[in-house]
């Protein structure tokens, strides 16, 4: 425990020294102020997958199995080579469905689109991207170890899936907030997206010499309106991943000082007392050696 005093000197005022001390208590745990918020120590006591950079001897070491390896670096090799997740988690069984989905389903849209089926095609390449999507979140899922609260586990988890970092931190009302929030800034994108290709029609109209124009919107007002909700489109999508990296940025702090506690340890003690001064330290006294009846208030924590 720390004491420190600081010493406030009011003249005249007499009557404190009737006064009996008072004391307020509010409380900081002495713990908060040293213990370790990154607990993942899984590869040779380093930090967490935000405080080093990736390694690919790290990496494939761990998937040999002859280290471990940050939760990080899995996912972010895994990114690159494909299936590296399920390797790493003893999981063998599903290579087969990793690069079945993900190889059949882009097979099968370059495929498509050389015939000619572009509709087709693209919904094969949308099944290979959800294929890939749940290949990264399976791996997150089933990491180990995984004590709770793990950082790593809660930035990914919202990265993948906005709000599901939340979810994992227990934090459940900021959910609706953040899903709020991206919801409606994806419905105004959507909205001056529209507007803006109405008014960039008009404007592309109104300008064309081949086309009698006799719309109610002149051509400079179709600019103007078509400017003004293309910038609004922009700043609507600069909305929307503002909040999608805020909600990562919230999932891996509040996951860091899930056990971070407040109580009530930190007080304050007033009370009256005498201050002998030494020369003319005070603008008030009139003599050197003169007393100066104060208060003193004391701070611990």
């Not at 900081?28 to 690919?56: I, P, R």
């Not at 507007?195 to 103007?224: C, H, K, W």
Request: hydrophobic share 40%.
């Amino acid at each position: 425990m720390g004491r420190s005093r600081f010493l406030f000197i009011l003249p005249a005022v007499l009557l404190l020294a009737a006064l009996n001390p008072a004391d307020c208590f509010a409380q900081f745990k002495e713990q908060a102020f040293t213990q370790q918020y990154n607990d993942d120590t899984t590869s040779t006591g380093q930090k967490d997958s935000v405080d080093v950079l990736f390694s690919f001897r790290e990496y494939f070491g761990a998937l040999g199995h002859k280290n471990t390896m940050k939760i990080g670096t899995m996912f972010a090799g895994s990114a690159v080579f494909i299936g590296g997740n399920q390797i790493y988690n003893r999981q063998y069984w599903k290579l087969p469905l990793v690069y079945g989905t993900i190889g059949g389903s882009l097979g099968a849209g370059i495929y498509l689109n050389s015939q000619g089926n572009h509709d087709a095609a693209k919904w094969c390449f949308v099944g290979a991207g959800v294929a890939y999507w749940a290949t990264m979140m399976d791996g997150v899922v089933n990491y180990k170890p995984s004590d709770y609260p793990h950082a790593g586990k809660a930035t990914l988890y919202s990265l993948l899936v906005p709000g599901l970092g939340q979810i994992y931190n227990r934090e459940y009302w900021k959910v609706p907030i953040y899903l709020g929030l991206m919801g409606f800034g994806v419905h105004y994108y959507l909205d001056c997206a529209k507007n803006f290709e109405r008014f960039r029609s008009i404007y592309l109209e109104a300008t064309d010499p081949d086309v009698q124009y006799t719309g109610p919107i002149t051509a400079q007002q179709a600019l103007y309106y078509r400017n003004l909700y293309r910038r609004y489109r922009d700043y609507a999508l600069l909305a929307v991943a503002a909040v999608y990296l805020l909600q990562i940025i919230d999932a891996n702090v509040f996951s860091y000082m899930h056990n971070f506690e407040v109580t009530d340890d930190l007080s304050m003690d007033m009370s009256p007392t005498v201050i002998m001064p030494e020369g003319r330290q005070f603008a008030f006294n009139a003599s050197p050696g003169t007393p100066a009846i104060g208060l003193r208030i004391g701070f611990s924590f």
